[in-house]
């Protein structure tokens, strides 16, 4: 009990007895465990497992702690090696990083001019941009994505459109749909949001002044937004193409509802895995794999950022 | 006013000179902001190496003439010129002035010596020329063994050192200085200001400051511009400035001073002696040394500094001499000086500042104490505007 007195003592700055700060410490902690921890060493444990036809598909099932060194040693990195052996799985990994690599950029490019405006923009309708920018997020994301189907197929939306103008005889057709361009197409749209918004928090904070010191001492506004702007806003790119680069790598709705068959990503093959083989222990070990492909580039940046600040 | 207003701080006045030529030219400038007149048909000169003050309160439009000079904002009407050149429509990037600005603007990506470098890469300066330049620069400001560090890793004062050294990199003609030490507590202030003026003496440049202080336009300027609603109440060296404001704006914001508002109750002629106004108001008659272009019956301010005003417990006397009896209502002990507010009969106050030449042990004039307050018929000055 001194203990806790001490510990409230307004001399350190912190008032309450010493369990409630510990409970506000441990909830997130909690949360991360059950949600997060667990489920994935429940994972991890599957992809060291084998295939069986049972309920659950899989063997070894933990049996208590009496046959646990029995349960322990049927544990292998089976699925692991055959991941290796297979080069569909390799074949995914790097179309996934590929592909992912390309909308991130894609998302750059036109998601910077457009949080730059935002940024730009008289503060009375900045509000109104941003709400412009979540606005999509109202209508379900499987909706949206199917609304492309009905403009991308070949007798859709953009070939009527194309049609009436002009720009496309009328026994044309536009040959975008079951393409990677659909899906490129379908991600950049999805993904926009999640670019803008971590760019514009960037620049909007960034003051005004600076653009005109930079103009004062001689640097005309091309170069000082390279010299000044875009330094600046480094935290935001990293930020949104973290956000966008990390999902797209596992995304699965968009390739599998606009890509074509040749289309190979991660999500589809994990898919294939778990729904079309009911391989669970080698699905886990795919999803294994994803995880330690996205944490590690993560890791190596957050001790970055450490060193740097 | 004709007469000689005691020493000014150099023999350095060339707008009293007819033939010099103004190294930066206000012509008729009249900036809108929407509906907001922000600067209104100014016309103002500054000379060459001049360290020139606009003075006034915030929206004045001083900060807004700062910036069409730099070339941030456009004049709505009238014209710029700088060494006779109309500047009109060159950008900032291309205009021989540089800015020191309010935030400092430090770019907090760089290094210090990057910071103070920016301008000079801006140049295509070679390198060699900008180390020199930018150590020169370092040593100047005392900051040689911060080069390394980044903005948010100084201090207020050493920032606002960085921004002055990169402001100054470049020898621009002109140095603007946006309220520069505003951020900085009053004993920084006052060394940074002596500094700047030995600055701006060494390097032979034309200082233009922007400042809402007072105290400061007075300890470093040439001259300063009192503004008001876009437009100059008036222009002239501090100690004009203090001791012959031209209005009752001026007057009242530069320092302390006791406003009283009468009417012209005789001229000099009438008086016999030449140059002496006789003010009337409310039964308190008040004699001034001066000459002046109102005639009788004109309403008038008459103005007089509390430190012109000597305080008494004894009637003058020369039943003649400016008088105005009361009781003592308050006493501002300011260390330096007591400012005492005297309350008449009728109701009104008048201020007088008495130097604490000893120190204090028993007041001499207390509270509730009858008083006289007397000043001579050169003290104060009558006001028409």
């Given at each position: 009990?001194?203990?806790?007195?001490?510990?409230?003592?307004?001399?350190?700055?912190?008032?309450?007895?010493?369990?409630?700060?510990?409970?506000?410490?441990?909830?997130?902690?909690?949360?991360?465990?059950?949600?997060?921890?667990?489920?994935?060493?429940?994972?991890?444990?599957?992809?060291?497992?084998?295939?069986?036809?049972?309920?659950?598909?899989?063997?070894?099932?933990?049996?208590?702690?009496?046959?646990?060194?029995?349960?322990?040693?049927?544990?292998?990195?089976?699925?692991?090696?055959?991941?290796?052996?297979?080069?569909?799985?390799?074949?995914?990994?790097?179309?996934?990083?590929?592909?992912?690599?390309?909308?991130?950029?894609?998302?750059?490019?036109?998601?910077?001019?457009?949080?730059?405006?935002?940024?730009?923009?008289?503060?009375?309708?900045?509000?109104?941009?941003?709400?412009?920018?979540?606005?999509?997020?109202?209508?379900?994301?499987?909706?949206?994505?199917?609304?492309?189907?009905?403009?991308?197929?070949?007798?859709?939306?953009?070939?009527?459109?194309?049609?009436?103008?002009?720009?496309?005889?009328?026994?044309?057709?536009?040959?975008?749909?079951?393409?990677?361009?659909?899906?490129?197409?379908?991600?950049?749209?999805?993904?926009?949001?999640?670019?803008?918004?971590?760019?514009?928090?960037?620049?909007?904070?960034?003051?005004?002044?600076?653009?005109?010191?930079?103009?004062?001492?001689?640097?005309?506004?091309?170069?000082?937004?390279?010299?000044?702007?875009?330094?600046?806003?480094?935290?935001?790119?990293?930020?949104?193409?973290?956000?966008?680069?990390?999902?797209?790598?596992?995304?699965?709705?968009?390739?599998?509802?606009?890509?074509?068959?040749?289309?190979?990503?991660i999500g589809k093959t994990l898919w294939t895995e778990f729904f079309g083989n009911r391989d669970w222990p080698l699905a886990s070990a795919v999803a294994v794999i994803l995880l330690i492909m996205l944490v590690i580039p993560i890791m190596i940046f957050q001790n970055q950022q450490k060193k740097v600040a | 006013m004709a007469k000689s207003l005691g020493p000014v701080k150099r023999k350095f006045s060339p707008w009293t000179d007819p033939n010099a030529v103004p190294f930066i030219r206000f012509e008729n400038i009249t900036k809108r902001f929407g509906d907001f007149v922000a600067v209104d048909n100014l016309t103002l000169d500054i000379y060459e190496r001049e360290f020139f003050s606009l003075l006034g309160p915030s929206g004045c439009g001083k900060t807004t003439l700062m910036r069409m000079l730099a070339g941030f904002e456009e004049p709505t009407e009238g014209r710029i010129l700088l060494q006779g050149q109309d500047i009109r429509g060159v950008p900032p990037y291309r205009r021989p002035t540089n800015m020191m600005f309010q935030s400092y603007a430090l770019f907090p990506h760089m290094s210090v010596e990057k910071n103070i470098a920016f301008g000079l890469e801006q140049d295509n300066m070679p390198r060699g020329e900008i180390n020199a330049r930018v150590q020169e620069m370092l040593k100047l400001v005392k900051l040689e063994q911060f080069a390394k560090r980044k903005p948010n890793q100084l201090s207020g004062g050493q920032r606002q050192r960085v921004a002055l050294a990169r402001s100054l990199a470049k020898r621009p003609k002109v140095l603007l200085l946006d309220e520069p030490l505003g951020a900085l507590d009053k004993k920084l202030r006052e060394e940074t200001q002596f500094e700047l003026m030995d600055l701006q003496q060494t390097l032979g440049m034309t200082f233009l400051i922007v400042t809402h202080d007072q105290e400061e336009a007075m300890t470093v300027s040439d001259r300063i511009a009192v503004m008001d609603k876009g437009i100059i109440m008036q222009v002239a060296t501090p100690a004009e400035i203090y001791e012959a404001p031209n209005s009752r704006y001026v007057a009242d914001f530069i320092g302390d001073i006791n406003i009283i508002e009468g009417k012209i109750a005789d001229t000099a002629s009438a008086l016999g002696a030449p140059g002496t106004v006789k003010i009337e108001s409310d039964g308190l008659s008040i004699a001034v040394d001066q000459e002046c272009q109102a005639v009788k019956g004109d309403h008038v301010a008459f103005a007089v500094r509390p430190e012109k005003v000597r305080i008494s417990p004894d009637a003058p006397a020369d039943p003649s001499v400016n008088a105005f009896y009361g009781e003592v209502w308050d006493i501002g002990y300011l260390g330096d000086f007591s400012l005492f507010i005297v309350r008449s009969e009728d109701g009104r106050f008048m201020r007088a500042a008495q130097a604490n030449v000893s120190r204090l042990v028993d007041r001499p004039i207390t509270f509730e104490d009858r008083v006289w307050l007397t000043w001579p018929r050169d003290a104060g000055l009558v006001l028409t505007r």
């Open positions: 009990m001194a203990n806790v007195v001490a510990e409230a003592n307004p001399a350190t700055g912190t008032g309450g007895p010493s369990w409630t700060r510990w409970l506000v410490v441990a909830v997130p902690y909690i949360w991360l465990i059950l949600f997060f921890v667990a489920p994935f060493l429940i994972i991890l444990k599957i992809s060291f497992s084998d295939t069986a036809i049972s309920i659950p598909p899989y063997t070894p099932l933990f049996q208590g702690f009496g046959a646990i060194g029995d349960f322990f040693s049927q544990l292998d990195f089976e699925n692991y090696i055959f991941l290796t052996e297979d080069p569909l799985y390799i074949w995914s990994y790097l179309s996934s990083l590929r592909i992912a690599a390309i909308s991130t950029l894609l998302l750059l490019l036109i998601g910077y001019p457009m949080a730059l405006a935002m940024a730009r923009a008289p503060t009375s309708i900045r509000p109104t941009l941003v709400m412009l920018v979540i606005l999509p997020f109202w209508t379900s994301f499987l909706i949206r994505v199917y609304a492309w189907i009905g403009i991308l197929k070949p007798d859709g939306l953009l070939t009527l459109l194309l049609q009436t103008i002009g720009l496309m005889g009328p026994d044309q057709q536009v040959q975008i749909f079951r393409t990677d361009y659909a899906v490129f197409i379908g991600i950049v749209y999805s993904y926009l949001p999640f670019m803008v918004l971590p760019l514009y928090a960037a620049l909007e904070k960034m003051d005004h002044s600076l653009l005109e010191a930079a103009s004062d001492l001689g640097c005309p506004p091309w170069k000082a937004f390279w010299k000044i702007t875009f330094p600046l806003s480094l935290p935001g790119v990293i930020a949104g193409s973290m956000i966008c680069f990390i999902p797209i790598t596992g995304e699965f709705v968009i390739p599998d509802l606009l890509g074509g068959a040749d289309t190979l990503m | -």
